[in-house]
């Protein structure tokens, strides 16, 4: 089956009703589809890499944020009360888990964390509904690389005051990520590591 970025004419009815098992693999080719690629890249670490995902292109697709958002709701801790993410990369994912979220009675706010200040009004780091001192929140990520990204969101609302001691991420390229969150004491998941996806896309080539 071929995915296009192009929203289909027909019903993709499988992000709405599948099963959780099976929307991870539909998901999973999704992915390999439209947003891995192999060649030579440049990361924004400035390391080279012989493949690159951009995970915007699912994250962004209608079906792939509904299907990552039933994902990822399902993942959370039930005392969950917001995710949250560094922008730009988890803006989508975020949005999506909380409008998920709404739908299966489970509300959970989304919160954005800028990478600078705003430049006026509050000058606030933190975009989203203000909780209550001590809520939980848990941060999301597209892309895990060396975790430095996602860490500068959870510095951010543990200064607000908010419980972070856990991060998800959509995929794991397992490169000194997961070892990064456990040196600093944070629980860590990904849907997919980068294994997963480079297997399932030899297999659809």
Same mark, same amino acid.
């Given at each position: 089956?071929?995915? !296009? ?5 027909? !019903?993709?009815?499988? +992000?709405?009703?599948? =099963?959780? %098992? ?12 439209? +947003? ?8 924004? !670490?400035? +390391?080279? %890499? ?27 801790? *039930?005392?969950?009360? +917001? ?11 975020? !949005? ?10 489970? *509300? ?20 989203? *509904?203000?909780?209550? %001192? ?7 990520? =597209? ?22 001691? #856990? ?14 969150? #456990? %040196?600093?004491?944070?629980?860590? #998941?990904?849907?997919? =590591?980068?294994? =997963? ?9």
């Amino acid at each position: 089956m071929s995915y !296009s970025a192009e929203i289909s004419q027909k !019903s993709d009815v499988w +992000a709405v009703s599948t =099963d959780i %098992s099976t929307l991870r693999d539909k998901l999973l080719d999704l992915l390999c589809q439209d +947003a891995y690629k192999e060649g030579d890249f440049v990361l924004s !670490s400035g +390391a080279k %890499s012989t493949y690159y995902i951009n995970g915007k292109l699912i994250t962004l697709h209608p079906i792939g944020a509904l299907a990552i958002g039933r994902l990822l709701l399902n993942m959370l801790p *039930p005392d969950t009360q +917001a995710v949250a993410g560094l922008t730009l990369g988890a803006d989508p994912i975020v !949005s999506a888990v909380s409008v998920v979220s709404a739908y299966e009675n489970k *509300p959970v706010c989304a919160l954005i964390i800028r990478k600078e200040a705003k430049g006026h009004g509050t000058q606030a780091y933190i975009e989203g *509904p203000v909780l209550q %001192s001590g809520a939980k929140v848990v941060v999301l990520e =597209d892309v895990v690389t060396t975790g430095q990204s996602a860490m500068k969101a959870v510095t951010r609302l543990r200064d607000a005051g908010y419980v972070v001691d #856990e991060v998800i991420s959509l995929v794991d390229r397992k490169q000194g990520g997961a070892e990064f969150y #456990e %040196s600093q004491n944070l629980k860590f #998941e990904a849907v997919f =590591d980068i294994e =997963d996806i480079q297997k399932r896309y030899k297999e659809l080539l």
